[in-house]
């Protein structure tokens, strides 16, 4: 049903620009819902994943890590069944086991492109995808960790094994080589947005390795945008075991500009108590809101239910989170390709049908 608060119907094509900034499974999701409201969407994916299918292909042809990149074109392909099948299919014997087709199919496109970001583009246009998929920078960078104790790490994949036997916070991470330039469409996009998302996804390795890229964090800053962090609904294990969100706004400043975003969009939906004892077992529990302390961050936290368990899983739901975006960028008066609606206009996105 449509949600009360929409009563102004806007076509896809008009919607909001909105740039989303991170990688791996929850910017995917993201994706998936907000496609129904916009068609003007650039997500901007992290290149620093060093595991996995992704990290086999990366080190056997020395491409950048074709995986979360793949994951955000699936999530706006407009492609018959068939195809999106044969996207998300993953071999089960061989050499080849484990790895999906998608990334292959993206590595063969990567061979015969003059760069990567070329092949990202052929890859969209032959999934139809709504939007664009943009890596962050096309330059070959490991991501390091620097723990609380002084013992390092480098290699994305490296970063959960390390965490768990030093047994002390992440200090900070970096990416080798330090400062990468980023893509001039990823700052473009930045720039032209009225919307700009930080996240959902794993603090460390998957939204912060964007704001180490150079450009990145100053286009952000000059951007004239409403400018949130989507904060996950769980803490991950072997990363941000026992934080708050204060302490993740905290490591985003940290690692990008004091006052980067001013709002932040947490779950407020129960986690029921079965799941969250089974998530307890490996570590992990919801995350606690602590308002007062973002408060003094300078972020207003806005408490939604957006979250859903799907398998056993906590997951945010793709619909309730790009509704509750929209909501946000339509009650705050943002500009609307062009248009400037104030704080009285009820405005309704024109879902895909």
Do not use: W
């Not at 905290?250 to 006052?259: K, S, Y």
């Not at 602590?290 to 398998?311: F, H, N, Q, S, Y």
């Not at 790009?322 to 405005?347: F, P, Q």
Request: proline share 6%.
């Amino acid at each position: 049903m449509p949600d009360e608060r929409f009563s102004y119907r806007v076509p896809r094509v008009h919607g909001p620009r909105i740039a989303v900034i991170g990688g791996g499974n929850g910017l995917s999701t993201m994706l998936r819902g907000l496609k129904n409201y916009t068609e003007n969407i650039t997500a901007i994916v992290t290149v620093a994943d060093d595991g996995g299918g992704s990290g086999m292909l990366r080190q056997d042809l020395g491409m950048p890590p074709p995986g979360d990149i793949r994951n955000c074109m699936e999530a706006l392909a407009n492609t018959e069944p068939l195809m999106s099948e044969l996207m998300h299919y993953r071999f089960s014997d061989g050499s080849l086991a484990g790895q999906s087709f998608g990334n292959l199919f993206l590595a063969a496109l990567n061979g015969i492109s003059p760069s990567f970001d070329v092949a990202v583009s052929r890859m969209s246009e032959v999934l139809a995808i709504t939007g664009r998929v943009l890596p962050v920078t096309t330059a070959d960078v490991q991501l390091e960790a620097e723990f609380e104790n002084g013992a390092t790490v480098v290699g994305e994949s490296k970063i959960f094994y390390c965490k768990k036997e030093q047994d002390c916070r992440i200090r900070r991470v970096r990416l080798l080589p330090e400062r990468p330039q980023a893509l001039p469409e990823a700052v473009q996009a930045i720039h032209d947005a009225d919307m700009i998302v930080l996240g959902p996804g794993s603090l460390y390795t998957s939204i912060i390795p964007n704001l180490l890229v150079s450009g990145i964090v100053e286009a952000i800053q000059a951007a004239d945008a409403m400018k949130v962090y989507v904060c996950n609904v769980m803490t991950q294990e072997g990363e941000t075991e026992g934080y708050t969100v204060s302490d993740h706004i905290r490591a985003l400043f940290q690692h990008g500009a004091p006052g980067l975003f001013d709002i932040c969009l947490t779950n407020s939906s129960p986690i029921p108590k079965g799941v969250a004892e089974r998530y307890a077992q490996e570590g992990a529990e919801p995350i606690r809101c602590d308002l007062e302390e973002c408060g003094k961050l300078g972020v207003e936290v806005i408490l939604r239910p957006i979250a859903t368990v799907r398998d056993g899983f906590v997951r945010h739901d793709p619909g309730h989170l790009a509704r509750e975006l929209i909501l946000l960028h339509a009650a705050r008066g943002i500009r609307i390709a062009g248009t400037r609606y104030s704080r009285s206009d009820n405005y309704q996105a024109e879902e895909k049908q």
